[in-house]
């Protein structure tokens, strides 16, 4: 099993970006999928959330309103599409699978991505 997320990179405090993670698992529409970020010096947390469907997602207060996840199960693709990026969004941004229905603790996910780096400018 394999996640690879994509789309990382540098962009302007109040402009957009849009993170993809593809998955190599054959039984993607079995897995919830999570996007969780790491800024320097700081612990792991929860970004958003998104169970087997697509009919239920979850966000961290912090991006609520800003970011948005959805899922291609067809392509086996996971996206995080964020809008208004501010600077403390700055975080290496890693993907992850699980057999859960959406939760915010990385325990709870089976498998991760090597994550990509977003850098906001102001």
């Known amino acids: 099993v394999q996640l690879q997320a994509f789309g990382g990179g540098l962009v302007q405090a109040g402009g957009s970006l849009n993170l993809s993670c593809a998955a190599s698992?054959?039984?993607?529409?079995?897995?919830?999928m999570g996007w969780f970020r790491q800024a320097p010096g700081k612990e792991r947390e929860f970004v958003a959330a998104?169970?087997?469907?697509?009919?239920?997602?979850y966000y961290a207060d912090s991006v609520k309103g800003r970011f948005t996840i959805s899922r291609d199960n067809a392509k086996k693709t996971v996206y995080l599409q964020m809008n208004s990026p501010k600077l403390d969004d700055t975080a290496v941004y890693y993907c992850?699978?699980?057999?859960?229905?959406?939760?915010?603790?990385?325990?709870?996910?089976?498998?991760w991505g090597q994550g990509t780096l977003v850098t906001v400018s102001s």
């Open positions: 992850a699978a699980g057999l859960v229905s959406t939760s915010t603790r990385p325990r709870s996910y089976d498998y």
């Open positions: 998104i169970n087997w469907s697509g009919s239920s997602t």
């Open positions: 698992i054959r039984t993607f529409s079995n897995y919830a």
